[in-house]
């Protein structure tokens, strides 16, 4: 679902990363975060959680997004993971700006299919989460037009 932005390349032969809808979601080194995790903690690709179902990820602060994904998800029957990236989330940029990478702000979100391309972005919270999150998941797993 287009976001309102526009493509950053038209050129098919330069990779330039971007989290708009319909692009390859970009690559960022995670490290998780959990009591005792520390350096030694193994690195894994944002790539990594796009394998099997439906992501969700969010800023680290507000449960908002991933409560309603989940709720939708269920509502809809759709497999789905929401996690929250940056300090005190499930995982920290290792190095580089996650928020930054995907262009949203610390209360958006982005949903990547599981084929791992951005099926939609919000760059800040919306006023009524739970009927946005169940259009978007909607429309990208084809049960709405």
Same mark, same amino acid.
């Given at each position: 679902?287009?976001?309102?932005?526009?493509? &950053?390349?038209?050129?098919?032969? =330069?990779?330039?990363?971007?989290?708009?809808?319909? +692009?390859?979601?970009?690559?960022?080194?995670?490290?998780?975060?959990?009591?005792?995790?520390?350096?030694?903690?193994?690195?894994?690709?944002?790539?990594? &959680?796009?394998?099997?179902?439906?992501?969700?990820?969010?800023?680290?602060?507000?449960?908002?997004?991933?409560?309603?994904?989940?709720?939708?998800?269920?509502?809809?029957?759709?497999?789905?993971?929401?996690?929250?990236?940056?300090?005190?989330?499930?995982?920290?940029?290792?190095?580089?700006?996650?928020?930054?990478?995907?262009?949203?702000? +610390?209360?958006?979100?982005?949903?990547?299919?599981?084929?791992?391309?951005?099926?939609?972005?919000?760059?800040?919270?919306?006023?009524?989460?739970?009927?946005?999150?169940?259009?978007? &998941?909607?429309? =990208?797993?084809?049960?709405? +037009?």
């Amino acid at each position: 679902m287009p976001d309102g932005t526009q493509p &950053l390349n038209t050129d098919s032969q =330069a990779y330039v990363p971007s989290a708009a809808p319909g +692009a390859r979601a970009p690559h960022i080194w995670l490290r998780q975060q959990h009591p005792g995790a520390g350096p030694a903690t193994p690195l894994l690709s944002t790539l990594d &959680l796009f394998e099997h179902q439906f992501t969700l990820l969010t800023g680290p602060r507000d449960e908002t997004w991933r409560s309603a994904g989940r709720r939708a998800a269920r509502n809809l029957g759709l497999p789905l993971c929401a996690y929250a990236i940056g300090p005190g989330g499930d995982f920290a940029p290792d190095a580089g700006d996650w928020a930054q990478l995907y262009d949203v702000d +610390a209360a958006g979100a982005v949903l990547v299919r599981p084929d791992g391309h951005i099926a939609w972005r919000s760059r800040s919270q919306a006023d009524d989460a739970v009927a946005v999150m169940g259009h978007a &998941l909607a429309v =990208a797993s084809g049960r709405q +037009a």
